[in-house]
């Protein structure tokens, strides 16, 4: 073919080094604008495991040695995740009520107690609150509200969500921990308005309220 097109071989070869040079830089810099674009739609949580396998499912046949020699040439770093975060602030002068619960955990009737607590989850939004209210008879999720600050507002939305849907009895009991959202004016004011009995667990027991915090969806 060189013969027949006047064409040397040593030039021949030379376009195709440079040809598939060419080709190679361009698949790299795919590769790290790749690599760039997943780390910023996880938030810079994968590490090289999981951005291995996204590169992978986005059709990067890579290995995982080779992802992380990109991520470092990405200068793409991983974001540790905070695994434990605080929902119980106890350090406060609100005032407590007694605890009326005392650990009777057997319930004759719906609608008497209520347990109330906070958790959190992790959402590609960030950190987002859970507060729920549990029927502690049938163990059933009877109320809950999130948002991404650990307000009265949070506790209080949730235990109106309760009372919205069980039409809550005068004389119920409401139990929770110590926390200041469950000792805030708000709080204690939604618990009068209805005729509800405010009660707390002990300082530093949490096993008050989480031992019943297992609930049916």
């Not at 859970?130 to 059933?140: C, E, G």
């Not at 009265?152 to 926390?179: E, F, K, N, Y």
């Amino acid at each position: 073919m060189c013969r027949l097109l006047g064409v040397s071989r040593s030039a021949y070869y030379d376009y195709e080094q440079h040809r598939c040079d060419n080709s190679d830089d361009l698949c790299h810099r795919q590769l790290l604008d790749a690599v760039r674009d997943i780390a910023r739609s996880c938030d810079y949580t994968y590490g090289s495991r999981r951005m291995k396998q996204a590169l992978n499912a986005s059709g990067y046949s890579i290995s995982r040695w080779k992802t992380k020699k990109l991520m470092r040439e990405a200068l793409v770093t991983v974001r540790h995740r905070k695994k434990y975060k605080v929902t119980t602030d106890s350090d406060h002068q609100l005032p407590l009520f007694e605890n009326q619960l005392n650990r009777q955990f057997d319930v004759a009737k719906p609608d008497q107690v209520y347990v109330c607590d906070i958790t959190y989850i992790w959402t590609q939004e960030g950190w987002l609150y859970l507060a729920i209210v549990i029927d502690l008879f049938s163990r059933k999720v009877v109320g809950w509200s999130m948002s991404s600050r650990m307000k009265a507002t949070l506790v209080c939305d949730a235990l109106r969500m309760a009372i919205w849907l069980r039409r809550s009895p005068p004389g119920l009991i409401v139990h929770s921990d110590r926390g200041s959202q469950y000792a805030s004016k708000a709080y204690r004011n939604l618990l009068k308005a209805y005729g509800f009995i405010g009660s707390m667990s002990r300082l530093g027991n949490c096993w008050d309220t989480q031992f019943n915090m297992s609930w049916n969806a």
